[in-house]
Each structure stands twice: as structure tokens, then as C-alpha cells.
């Protein structure tokens, strides 16, 4: 079975530290998400990537198609950056298949 | 938002008893997705569509069938609820952004089988 590992599960974090969230997955893929879901809300997608790195605002998305690892950073967290965030990818040959999803980690910034 | 919507957001149901569960899109997606998200467990794909009166199966099928009479709305029915279907309904789309595919989500219907 294809499988989607993200870490940590949960961090806390005091506000203003960088945070790096790490996602790894087993076979090609065609594209990777990573996903913002706020404790009773819907989900935001923040960034989808096939190579290299993207960036918005405080925002980075990294990925290493041999390594098969992506990850999330945020600089200068802000407690509004709590929330849960899901990797999630798109196997290749998926044709119009669903995505397979992290279990997602659980970010809380304290003031 | 890409223009979805869900319905009902919110319902509690009993054991046995058939529910349906409804996506609407407006701006005419031809792929469209029902998940479920559990804790422990992330989001699980249910059942998706590739246009009007083609659907096939996801990851976690069992109990559920859907049905897509027309592009803009599909639906997600349990024939007999049970309290393992408790649990965050989410539909998604698929379009094209920026040369690559893409999935948008609707805001989720929490469903509580008793």
C-alpha cells in the first residue's frame, strides 16, 4: 500500500521559532500538496509541488523527487499559524484518482 | 473556494437509517471527490467521479454509494447508517492551475451516526 509519513504528529512552538514539518512517501508521484485545515474548519490548500521549492509570505515548500521527502517551513511563526497541516500526494498514473493523505501534523504557536 | 458547497453541514442520524449527503459545484468540474476524514486516521478517499454517471470506487466504499445525474452536484448516500460512518465529509474538485492538477475543498459536513 502507498504510504504518506509526515512528522512530527504534534509541536508546539513558541512564537517567532522556524518550524519545519516533514512528509515522506513511497513510490513516484506526480505532484505533492500540502494542505492547512484550522481546529473545526475547512481545508486550504497552501501550496501543491512537482519539483524544486515554492514560497508564499512565510511559507516554504520543499521537495526532493529522489529522496522522495517534502517539507514545510514556517519562518516567524505567529499563533495564527495554529492548525493542522496534511501532506498529501498524487501517485503517478493515479489517472483521476483521489489523493492519499498524512495523517497531518498538529501545530500550536504559543504567545 | 472554487464554488462549492455542502449540505447539510451538520446532522445527526440513527443507526439503520439512509443518509445522503450532498456536493454542489458551480463552475462546471468535471472530477469530483467524497472523503472522510477520522482521527488516527487523515483523510480517506470514498468514492470519486469523472463525469456525469461515471463514478468508481476509493479506498474506504463499503457502505456507501454515490450518484452524479448531472456535473454540477454529487452525492454521497449511506443506505444504512452505522456509527463507523460517524466521522468529517468532505467533497473536493479537480481543476487545472498553472499546467498541473489540483483539488479544492468544500467546508465539510460533520455527520454522527447514534
Known amino acids: 500500500k502507498n504510504e504518506v509519513e509526515q512528522s512530527p504528529q504534534n509541536l508546539t512552538a513558541q512564537e517567532g521559532e522556524f518550524i519545519t514539518i516533514n512528509c515522506s512517501y513511497s513510490?513516484?508521484?506526480?505532484?505533492l500538496h500540502w494542505l492547512q485545515q484550522h481546529p473545526g474548519g475547512g481545508i486550504v490548500s497552501l501550496f501543491m509541488?512537482?519539483?524544486g521549492k515554492k514560497k508564499h509570505g512565510r511559507l516554504i515548500a520543499t521537495i526532493n523527487i529522489q529522496e522522495k521527502h517534502s517539507s514545510l517551513h514556517i519562518t516567524a511563526s505567529h499563533p495564527r499559524d495554529s492548525a493542522v497541516y496534511i501532506c498529501a500526494v498524487l501517485y503517478s498514473g493515479g489517472g483521476a484518482d483521489g489523493l492519499t493523505f498524512g495523517k497531518g501534523t498538529h501545530l500550536i504557536i504559543q504567545p | 473556494d472554487a464554488g462549492i458547497t455542502q449540505s447539510p453541514r451538520h446532522k445527526v442520524t440513527e443507526t439503520g437509517t439512509p443518509v445522503t449527503l450532498r456536493c454542489h459545484q458551480t463552475e462546471n468540474h468535471r472530477y469530483m471527490y467524497w472523503y472522510r476524514q477520522d482521527p488516527g486516521h487523515g483523510l480517506r478517499l470514498i468514492h470519486y467521479?469523472?463525469?456525469?454517471?461515471?463514478?468508481d470506487k476509493g479506498e474506504v466504499s463499503d457502505g456507501y454509494s454515490v450518484s452524479r445525474s448531472k456535473t454540477e452536484d454529487f452525492l454521497l448516500t449511506l443506505e444504512s447508517a452505522t456509527s463507523s460512518q460517524t466521522s468529517v465529509y468532505f467533497c473536493?474538485?479537480?481543476?487545472?492551475?498553472?499546467?498541473?492538477?489540483?483539488?479544492?475543498f468544500g467546508p465539510g459536513t460533520r455527520l454522527t451516526v447514534l
Open positions: 509541488l512537482s519539483s
Open positions: 513510490v513516484g508521484i506526480s505532484a
Open positions: 473536493a474538485i479537480r481543476t487545472r492551475v498553472a499546467g498541473h492538477n489540483e483539488q479544492f
Open positions: 467521479s469523472y463525469g456525469v454517471k461515471d463514478t
